[in-house]
């Protein structure tokens, strides 16, 4: 599960607003922040709780004797959309038996998903992906082996990932002031909060300051529900999308055919271009009517490279990459949402044999970028858009085509420069 919602401070994850909830303090991460005795920050813990509207009782009550959880820091170093192949993320979402059940669903919801739409104009089909994405259409909320307690994981994150415990400090007392106000369906989850390791709760997955901001009670029965109410889900989802910029009656782009000898640096994910402008450059849609209005700005990026599939992004993909900021979930969302509407799969395939770096070859590649002179906006393994800039750039100096996409044999030529 992924979510707005997500453990991706200043990102992902939607935030909806509740004027019952207090406004929590954000504080900016502080990387040098070091790690404390675990009893120690739980105190911390319970004392900053108190000074976001938390009682002291239900403060006391919920963390005074809890333990941490191994398996919730051992999760934030194998974050799918970083660290796999981005053919093997999407893959791994975008099946037949998801796609059939997504499908099932669609039908099985029709009224509402229609009234979704009618009041918020975002696309069933990318609400459906976004929920089979997350939760397999709510299949896994009561899987033992991925559903959480809310409360123990993000305070397990808010001790012991120092770089950004303010984040998970401020989704903590969110998450119990949700208590407090006895907000979530307690009659199902007794004293407790549900969701991922991240603390990501619900059908779609909403970090709590999420939840407080966006969740909306569609289906009238008092509570904004999301993790037993499909309507609220959806509709909390859709609102989220919507507040982000989300245009009614636009896709989220394309995928693209390039010409021979396309120049790669024009595929910078920055600049956009009208979809005339592309095909004059020979860039086209790799589908008729993938992006019907000739006056329509887009943008084209090369996640796998020159050799790999391209797509021309329209402005509604930067509000799915609010939702979560790794560029494989937003692709699998968008792909899956095309399946769900009957098209058919990429007409290009991946560059399979491409051995996808580890871990450490990728923090290796950004040291030697940044040594270089060509930032890459920090060292963390994951390579997003500050980091594939850099390798454009470092591409063009080389005399590569400058497609930004991270290899091992661009990692043996970098590795070599003087």
Known sequence: MSSPTRPCPGTRRAVFACALVPTLVVAAPDAA???????????????????????????????ANLTPDPD?????????????????????????????????????????????????GVDRHILAAFWGVESSFGAVLDHPAVVKPVVRSLATLACDDPSRAPYWRNELSAALQILAWNQAPLDRMPGSLTGSWAGAMGHTQFMPSVYQRDAVDFDGDGKRDIW???????ASTAQYLRAHGWKPGEGWGAEALLPEGFDAALADETTPRSLAAWQALGVRPARPGGIPDETAEAT?????????PAFLLRPNFAVILRYNTALAYALTVALLSDRLRGDPGLVRDWPRGDRALTGDERRDLQTRLTERGFATGGVDGKIGPKTRAALRAFQSSSGLPADGYADAVLLERIRGAP
């Open 33 to 63: 922040r070091p790690v404390i005795p675990f009893e120690s920050c739980r105190a911390d813990l319970i004392a900053f709780a108190t000074t976001q509207a938390v009682p002291q009782t239900l403060a006391d009550a919920q963390l």
């Open 72 to 120: 919730v820091l051992a999760a934030t170093a194998s974050q799918g959309e970083f660290v796999r192949p981005i053919w093997d993320y999407i893959e791994a979402s975008v099946t037949p038996a998801r796609i059939e059940a997504g499908r099932a669903k669609l039908a099985e919801q029709a009224e509402t998903f229609a009234s979704i739409e009618a009041r918020y």
């Open 228 to 234: 037993t109410s499909v309507p609220d889900a959806l």
């Open 300 to 308: 084209l990026i090369l996640p796998s490279g020159i050799r790999g």
